[in-house]
């Protein structure tokens, strides 16, 4: 069963940037999709990037798109979450996922490994 430790979290002042990391271990890395989600007090958890287990394929939820990249490495067994232009409303704990099943919706919708999270927050 794969373990995730996420790291990189922090404050940060809106229009900055931060890079989250979630290691991977335990597990076949390269057959994982991985995803990230994220969590704000008060609202429910939400989805907000992923990338299948080749690279080839991402999604980014509407929210992020043109601020956040997902990308992995393999030879480092991690994925990475590239924030950029962060706004206060960014602000909510981020957990990694990974899920082994075909295609990318899995790690979207119901990823079953979950990390413990990391907590970003962005000032205004």
């Known amino acids: 069963q794969v373990q995730l430790v996420e790291s990189g979290g922090g404050l940060v002042q809106a229009g900055g940037s931060l890079r989250l990391s979630c290691a991977a271990s335990?597990?076949?890395?390269?057959?994982?999709?991985m995803g990230w989600f994220r969590q704000a007090p008060g609202k429910e958890r939400e989805s907000v990037a992923a990338?299948?287990?080749?690279?080839?394929?991402?999604y980014l939820a509407d929210s992020v798109k043109g601020r956040f990249t997902i990308s992995r490495d393999s030879a480092k067994n991690t994925v990475y979450l590239q924030m950029n232009s962060l706004k206060p409303e960014d602000t909510a704990i981020y957990y990694c996922?990974?899920?082994?099943?075909?295609?990318?919706?899995?790690?979207?919708?119901?990823?079953?490994?979950w990390g413990q999270g990391t907590q970003v927050t962005v000032s205004s």
């Open positions: 996922a990974a899920d082994g099943r075909d295609g990318i919706e899995a790690v979207i919708t119901t990823p079953r490994y």
């Open positions: 335990r597990g076949t890395f390269s057959s994982y999709s």
């Open positions: 990338i299948d287990w080749s690279g080839g394929s991402t």
